[in-house]
């Protein structure tokens, strides 16, 4: 295939150049420190002032936005291409933004070759659950259709590492029992069109590593939650439905109670089981799996969890527990599509990514999530709290 900009191999060089560096620094390199700097700058290819770019599509959304800082912090530059349909300018905080669609690949042509990109992190997508089940086009077109497109432009390019922002909604519940951790060759049985889009994006990397030496991890996120603990950025979803922050608004704000969707699931105490995973943790992982030293061809899946479950009910009090006064809440009615526990067996990428969560204890989560709640910087309304007085300041 013609290309239309040179990044071919740069990627393998640099990685190669890193070992080489690492040998080096290991027998005892003995430069002066100015001109080790110079090396180091040059064998890690920040001889032009910064890093190595990486396209972070999706990069003003939640996740994204924690990895571009992740990245940023690691010395690359993180390259944010987002059309803002449910991210944030305010979010992009670690370097350029670019406006545009992943369903235009002559754009992204041209922001690949104008940034000398040398790796993608492809986090755009559409994730809500219930919308997929109401839109199923939407979502075949947004999270599979654009992802061909940037496949394509990536191929057209010579980009050759890719990773892709994949999901637990793959599993669904399958002939699993409720207490079961979830490897990567568990049944694939999506309970949503959502998961059932985010399966055929994986198979479709696959083929493409096969054919064209693609290199690509699908990190397949369990329950992504929490925010930076420096609170510049966090969750800010509209509408939010996720458990945590509608939780913390129970307890402080004046916003709606919480309904727990279903008693009467098999698990301990009849509410579903997730598997919270802190953002920050995941946005680590998502660094070494931009690193790792996977050979072309390699199509890699790996979950990202902590392997232990959380009842709804064990989150509404953690949360209590945080935020030292009450969260008001009822049971409701199952929601349709939840699967009753989802919980990773994460053995395979500590493996294989050196990785492993290490922010993800629900009080440390709920922490974090609530400082961001309590002030976002940005979201709907940038949702300030007014919150509600503690039951012993009532006269
Ligand atoms: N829940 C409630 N009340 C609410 C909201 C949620 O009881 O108001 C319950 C849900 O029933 C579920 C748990 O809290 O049991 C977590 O629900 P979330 O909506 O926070 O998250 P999900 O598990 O539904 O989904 C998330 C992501 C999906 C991803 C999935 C993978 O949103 O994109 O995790 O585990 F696929």
Redesign the pocket.
Known sequence: MQRDCDQRDRWGQSAHNLGLLRTRLKQGLGLPARELDATLRIYCGMDQGRGPAVLVTGGAGYIGAHTAKALHSRGYTPVVYDNLSSGFRAAVQWGPLVEGDVADEERLVGVIGAHRVQAVIHFAGL???GRSVANPDLFWQVNVAATCSLLTAMRRCGVGRLVFSS???VYGQGGRGPMETIAEDAEKAPASP??DT?HAAEWMIAAQCRAYGLTAVALR????AGADPGGAIGEAHEPE????P?AISAALGDGKP?????QDFDTPDG??L??YIHVTDLAAAHLAAVEAPFAPGVFEPLNLGTGHGRS?LE?VKAVERVAGRPARYSI?P??EG?PPS?VANPARAEKLLGWRAAHSSLDEIVADAMRWERGPRYGAGARQFRVRPRPSEVA
């Open positions: 994730i809500e659950v999901s637990a909604a959502y998961g985010k996120y369990f329950n992504a439905t996720h458990l945590i509608l919480l309904t727990v969707f279903g509410t579903c997730r598997d709804v989150v409701g199952r929601r939840d989802l």
